[in-house]
């Protein structure tokens, strides 16, 4: 498809356990960002990607969480020993990249739910 | 430094009736200013963007949003409100070139009565 997907579209999981969720950009977007909402709030950034340059991570709300992107490519976001307050929607986007004018549009994925137990 | 806050998290309107979402920002540099549109269970959807040029932009249903400098404002407005048009928007701006990250407002969550 030509859109951003993510994967799990739902995860349950137990207090304690760890998850990963997958998101793959649209092909050749150097751009890629994660985001958490929560019940009834905005979007909180988590972390961004672009090019080969190093990860912007001053979202990430604690040492628990983490993410990589393969190749350019698909990301990964890991949440190890996850707490109930980890339950959120994990949403992914991205975007061109560059400093054009269309480079800021987000492209965003249906988002993965996950609710720990 | 930016930053954006959108007025109401819950703005009620009649089928029909005009619809008007308020949002201000707050940027040090001149700002590109989006308006995105969240349909239940779904991710997020572009609706309008302001970059340069014209103030006035047009975008998707019949949206459209007008930059004012002046009072840092981007309000979202279409003149007919319609049963489909309830989701929740976010407001979000950002900046030209670098690596800027958005910055989201808290949304506002649009309820459309029959």
Same mark, same amino acid.
């Given at each position: 498809?030509?859109?951003?997907?993510?994967?799990?579209?739902?995860?349950?999981?137990?207090?304690?356990?760890?998850?990963?969720?997958?998101?793959?950009?649209?092909?050749?977007?150097?751009?890629? &960002?994660? &985001?958490?909402?929560?019940?009834?709030?905005?979007?909180?950034?988590?972390?961004?990607?672009?090019?080969?340059?190093?990860?912007?991570?001053?979202?990430?709300? =604690?040492?628990?969480? @983490?993410?990589?992107r393969t190749?350019?490519?698909?990301? %990964?976001? %890991?949440?190890?020993? %996850?707490?109930?307050?980890? @339950?959120?929607? &994990?949403?992914?986007?991205?975007?061109?990249?560059? =400093?054009?004018?269309?480079?800021?549009?987000? &492209?965003?994925?249906?988002? %993965?739910?996950?609710?720990?137990? | 430094?930016?930053?954006?806050?959108?007025? /109401?998290? $819950?703005?009620?309107?009649?089928?029909?009736?005009?619809?008007? *979402?308020?949002?201000?920002?707050?940027?040090?540099?001149?700002?590109?200013?989006f308006w995105?549109?969240? +349909?239940?269970?779904?991710?997020?959807? *572009?609706?309008?963007? +302001?970059?340069t040029g014209?103030?006035?932009?047009? /975008?998707?249903? /019949?949206?459209?949003?007008?930059?004012?400098?002046?009072?840092?404002?981007? $309000?979202?407005?279409? !003149?007919?409100?319609?049963?489909?048009?309830?989701?929740? +928007?976010?407001?979000?701006?950002?900046?030209?070139?670098?690596? +800027?990250?958005?910055?989201? /407002?808290?949304?506002?969550?649009?309820?459309? $009565? !029959?």
């Open positions: 498809g030509a859109g951003v997907s993510q994967s799990p579209s739902n995860k349950v999981t137990e207090k304690g356990k760890d998850v990963e969720l997958r998101c793959d950009p649209i092909s050749g977007h150097t751009a890629l &960002y994660w &985001y958490r909402q929560s019940l009834g709030q905005g979007l909180e950034f988590l972390i961004y990607f672009q090019g080969n340059s190093a990860p912007d991570k001053s979202g990430l709300p =604690s040492d628990r969480f @983490s993410a990589e190749g350019g490519s698909v990301s %990964t976001l %890991t949440i190890q020993r %996850t707490q109930q307050e980890d @339950s959120a929607v &994990y949403l992914c986007a991205s975007s061109l990249g560059g =400093s054009g004018r269309g480079s800021k549009t987000q &492209y965003f994925g249906p988002g %993965t739910r996950l609710l720990v137990l | 430094a930016q930053s954006v806050t959108q007025l /109401g998290s $819950h703005v009620s309107v009649s089928e029909g009736a005009l619809v008007l *979402l308020r949002c201000n920002y707050s940027s040090s540099v001149p700002p590109y200013l995105y549109v969240q +349909y239940p269970n779904q991710g997020l959807q *572009l609706l309008l963007k +302001y970059t014209a103030t006035l932009v047009k /975008g998707i249903n /019949g949206f459209e949003a007008e930059f004012k400098k002046s009072e840092t404002s981007f $309000h979202l407005t279409k !003149p007919s409100a319609h049963m489909s048009d309830a989701a929740e +928007y976010f407001c979000a701006v950002s900046r030209s070139g670098g690596s +800027y990250i958005p910055t989201f /407002g808290r949304g506002t969550s649009l309820i459309v $009565h !029959p």
